[in-house]
Nanobody, 127 residues
Framework: QVLLVESGGGLVQAGGSLRLSCAASGRTVSSDALGWFRQAPGKDREFVAGVAGVNWSGGTTLYADSVKGRFIISRDNPANTVYLQMNSLKPEDTAIYYC?????????????????WGQGTQVTVSS
């Protein structure tokens, strides 16, 4: 069992930045992929970013095209924590952001590749 708790959401103006954190507990997750997803009102959940576990290609990252070049995912393995640095935020980034624990060490786009999910943190970007 892995418990994931997100923090760092809030209200920000377009062009601003936010940093989300997700702390994992229950067991060490350094060998497992971790990811971020988001869900806007009336829309399906979508993949945002993922980072590989330590056993896969030295920290490989994966990004959705919509956030590539603006968002950065990173992890602190001793702290069992994953981060999402969000820069140049746009109103269309408004959503609830969820942290997810991968079933393997490889980050993937599909939600079915993740088995534990956090409760989510709201990010609102005003125009």
């Amino acid at each position: 069992q892995v418990l994931l708790v997100e923090s760092g959401g809030g209200l920000v103006q377009a062009g601003g930045s936010l940093r989300l954190s997700c702390a994992a507990s229950g067991r060490t997750v350094s060998s497992d992929a971790l990811g971020w997803f988001r869900q806007a009102p009336g829309k399906d959940r979508e993949f945002v970013a993922g980072v590989a576990g330590v056993n896969w290609s030295g920290g490989t990252t994966l990004y959705a095209d919509s956030v590539k070049g603006r968002f950065i995912i990173s992890r602190d393995n001793p702290a069992n924590t994953v981060y999402l640095q969000m820069n140049s935020l746009k109103p269309e980034d408004t959503a609830i952001y969820y942290c997810a624990h991968g079933r393997t060490s490889i980050p993937r786009y599909g939600g079915s590749s993740y088995d534990y999910w956090g409760q989510g943190t709201q990010v609102t970007v005003s125009s």
